[in-house]
């Protein structure tokens, strides 16, 4: 065996057909869970034929030409936009929060005024962050931020990190900046979609080469261990004839925990169908401030299915439990930094192992991210170019 994978998401299915297209390389690609695709894993609903993200709302958007030109080969797109709303006041609003939803909340001379100064001040176009708006002297740019901070940004963030916006790393909330535009999109970036036969049909043609070998329900113990004990005694154990192993999991689990836990965000979804054929007038709506809920997604929009009836997912934030539930956002900060150095500088003593993805690098990767750093780590392992 030359090379094993551990995980059959996104970074594992792309490293996967890369080893084995480009270096005609052998390779096992091992899931724990029955299906491919991790977290972008998607599938149809029997009841509606509607598509269904289970694991949360993704929609792909990249500047990444070559990122993009590599997915393609592997399924094709449905253009799409992503323009979701929020619940703000009981209105239902444009986010991320730009000059239209300016004129969706309040008077058509205030909202001129409040315009006219964040056009002078930041220009036509620019994105400010919510924790930079707030630095401004201005009495209206001071109340626009004030009101943006309570009502899209101060519960949310509670109920999704546990904590206020200031307390979480500022790339968290600067991912939803404040738009000086009447571009209502979430993303800018020049490439957007979602694969037309669904992410899970997109990794599926990924691992579809004779060079590769898919073992599903399958944890990466049988292929490798290793332990710690209270003596502070270490061992791996490894299968003999393989000459690289690449894990996609969680790179505290796999050092059994030796420093201790790295921190996550986890996420419950109630996933309900219901008879009406739309439920919301987007494909994400955002409850910032009501519920114990983020955000609802209704998935026809997605591939805009059709359907009498509809399937939406409800959002709940939780903390990561070990057993209990799954790994979805790492917590950024000096300490978790810290202490996921610790676990990097272990994982650099073991000769052809490398820990890839979001849990394996614990980064917030959007998806293109998570591709160009698989290029990248293609490129390091001898393959000329992605
Ligand atoms: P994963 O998808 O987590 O795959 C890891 C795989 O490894 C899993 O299948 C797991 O079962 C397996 N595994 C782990 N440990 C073991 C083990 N010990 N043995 C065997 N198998 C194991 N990105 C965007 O670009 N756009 C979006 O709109 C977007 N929305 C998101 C919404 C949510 C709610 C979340 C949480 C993320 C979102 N992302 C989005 C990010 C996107 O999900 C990730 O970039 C992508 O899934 C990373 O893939 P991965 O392969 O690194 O990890
Ligand atoms: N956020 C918020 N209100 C919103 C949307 C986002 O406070 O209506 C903040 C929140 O802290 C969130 C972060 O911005 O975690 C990033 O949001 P994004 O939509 O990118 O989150 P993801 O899709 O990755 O869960």
């Not at 490293?15 to 005609?24: R, S, T, W």
């Not at 949310?156 to 991912?175: C, F, H, M, N």
């Not at 996550?264 to 979804?269: A, E, G, K, P, Q």
Request: charged fraction near 25%; proline fraction near 3%; hydrophobic fraction near 35%.
């Amino acid at each position: 065996m030359e090379n094993i994978i551990v995980g059959a998401g996104l970074s594992g299915a792309v490293l996967a057909n890369l080893i084995a297209d480009k270096l005609g390389e052998k390779v096992v690609v091992i899931d724990r869970r029955c299906v491919v695709g991790g977290n972008i894993y998607d599938y149809k609903d029997k009841e509606t034929g509607i598509t269904v993200q289970k694991y949360g709302p993704h929609i792909f958007h990249t500047n990444n030409k070559k990122v993009w030109d590599y997915l393609s080969k592997f399924t094709k797109w449905n253009y799409f936009f992503f323009k979701p709303n929020a619940i703000m006041e009981g209105n239902c609003v444009s986010i991320p929060f730009n000059l239209t939803t300016l004129y969706e909340l309040f008077s058509e001379s205030m909202a001129q005024r409040i315009e006219e100064k964040l056009i002078n001040r930041f220009g036509y176009g620019v994105k400010v962050p919510i924790l930079k708006l707030r630095d401004e002297d201005d009495e209206d740019l001071k109340f626009i931020a004030q009101y943006v901070y309570k009502h899209m940004f101060e519960n949310y963030t509670s109920k999704q990190w546990g904590l206020k916006p200031e307390e979480i790393d500022p790339s968290v909330t600067a991912r939803v900046p404040i738009f000086i535009s009447h571009d209502c999109r979430y993303f800018q970036d020049k490439y957007q979609g979602i694969p037309i036969n669904g992410y899970t049909k997109m990794i599926e043609n990924m691992l579809n080469h004779p060079n590769i070998e898919v073992k599903l329900n399958t944890d990466s113990k049988e292929y490798v261990i290793f332990s710690h004990n209270e003596n502070g005694v270490d061992s791996l154990k490894k299968v003999s004839s393989c000459k690289r192993i690449f894990y996609s999991g969680a790179i505290d689990e796999f050092f059994d925990y030796k420093y201790g836990q790295l921190p996550y965000r986890s996420l419950d979804f109630d996933i309900q169908t219901v008879d009406k054929e739309y439920f919301q007038k987007s494909a994400m709506t955002n409850y910032p401030n009501n519920y114990d809920f983020t955000r609802i997604t209704e998935h026809k929009y997605f591939l805009n299915e059709k359907s009498d009836k509809s399937v939406i997912s409800i959002e709940y934030p939780q903390q990561f439990v070990l057993g209990e539930n799954e790994r979805y956002y790492p917590i950024s900060n000096s300490d978790t930094q810290n202490l996921y150095e610790k676990y990097n500088d272990e994982a650099a003593k073991i000769d052809g192992l490398y820990f890839i993805g979001r849990l394996g690098e614990y980064k917030y990767y959007n998806m293109d991210l998570a591709v160009e750093r698989i290029f990248e780590l293609f490129e390091k392992i001898g393959g000329l170019n992605a």
